[in-house]
């Protein structure tokens, strides 16, 4: 079969195990992105090559050989576009100091969700996931103590980033207090599908 390197979400989903599966919906939207992005998807996600390959082999059996290449396949005529390593690291550190077990699984959604952060949607939009409340859930399950410090319900990708921040003593926030911000309802407004904004990423 004629391998792709540029796999579509349903290209993937076709080989998934279990398709309804909250994991399994993250994996393969992030799994596509990270394949797109012209570098070795191992590297994207911030895994070893050993580690992503059980990931697509337990959650898309046959895919990793059948739909792309684990191969760098940038060349000096089409340039890699920019890569934020240092940023998915400290996101991934972030959730799995939090995280509610120490199952593979977990570690990869950790990873998963980090690479998330780097697009230009809501962060369920670039996980693939029905909406927020199902990005939610996943947090909720698996990075139990890091979701409940969410009190206010803060957007997540802006939660995640406000944690960095805040842990670099990075004060990015001209207002006192969300209450009194004039951008409230950029960080604490409605996530639906017609409302997406990119948010601006700040590496700590």
Not at 72 to 89: M, N, V
Not at 91 to 120: K, Q, V
Not at 132 to 159: I, V
Not at 191 to 202: C, G, L, N, S
Request: hydrophobic share 40%; with cysteine.
């Amino acid at each position: 079969m004629d391998t792709h390197t540029n796999p579509s979400r349903e290209q993937l989903m076709a080989y998934a195990r279990r398709p309804d599966d909250l994991f399994t919906q993250a994996f393969a939207a992030t799994v596509r992105n990270a394949v797109s992005q012209g570098r070795p998807p191992a590297l994207q996600f911030g895994l070893s090559e050993n580690q992503f390959n059980c990931l697509v082999e337990r959650y898309f059996p046959g895919a990793g050989r059948e739909l792309f290449v684990l191969a760098d396949i940038c060349d000096d005529s089409t340039p890699c576009p920019a890569f934020r390593e240092d940023e998915i690291q400290d996101l991934a550190a972030l959730l799995l100091e939090h995280r509610a077990n120490d199952r593979d699984e977990t570690h990869w959604l950790a990873h998963a969700i980090a690479m998330g952060c780097m697009g230009g949607n809501h962060l369920w939009q670039d996980m693939g996931l029905s909406g927020r409340q199902a990005l939610s859930d996943l947090l909720r399950q698996n990075f139990t103590a890091l979701h409940d410090q969410n009190t206010g319900n803060m957007k997540w990708k802006k939660f995640f980033y406000k944690q960095l921040c805040n842990r670099a003593e990075v004060n990015m926030c001209k207002a006192p207090s969300c209450q009194v911000c004039n951008d409230y309802k950029s960080c604490f407004g409605p996530e639906t599908a017609d409302a997406a904004a990119p948010v601006a990423a700040v590496s700590p």
